[in-house]
């Protein structure tokens, strides 16, 4: 890979994955917050937070653990492994602590709960008054 640019080099490299989703142009994203992971992945990498090959790693062994629990839905769900990865990695090399990710889950499920159906979710809506909306499953 001699004479690539370190943009290039990541790209190569992606494409070695290759449960990614994609069509002729590159991967593919059915929801905003894949988009999200895939290149939060990326930059975590390309600051040296960690290598490509421990990311490669660390995914690679979240969907080996998916195929042993017989996941039938693994190329539909590449995008949660790809998550779960994430998490586990930056817990790993201290970016977050497990309980910090618990709390920003709260803080989302509770956004979503306080925002009425059809509207962007906002995280500051987690911390608005409770609202209650029929078309939401759970409650506060």
């Not at 790809?82 to 910090?100: F, Y």
């Amino acid at each position: 890979m001699k004479n690539l640019s370190n943009k290039q080099v990541a790209m190569a490299d992606i494409d070695e994955l290759a449960l990614i989703p994609r069509d002729d142009s590159g991967p593919v994203f059915s929801e905003p917050w894949e988009a999200s992971a895939f290149a939060l992945a990326v930059q975590l990498s390309s600051e040296k937070h960690f290598t490509w090959q421990e990311w490669a790693t660390t995914l690679a062994e979240e969907i080996k653990h998916a195929n042993l629990s017989a996941d039938p839905n693994i190329r539909e769900n590449y995008y949660v492994h790809w998550l779960r990865a994430l998490e586990r990695l930056c817990i790993t090399k201290g970016l977050i602590s497990e309980s910090e990710i618990d709390l920003r889950q709260e803080d989302w499920r509770r956004a979503y709960l306080n925002t009425e159906h059809g509207q962007p979710v906002h995280l500051k809506a987690a911390y608005t008054e409770a609202k209650s909306f029929p078309h939401h499953s759970q409650q506060l």
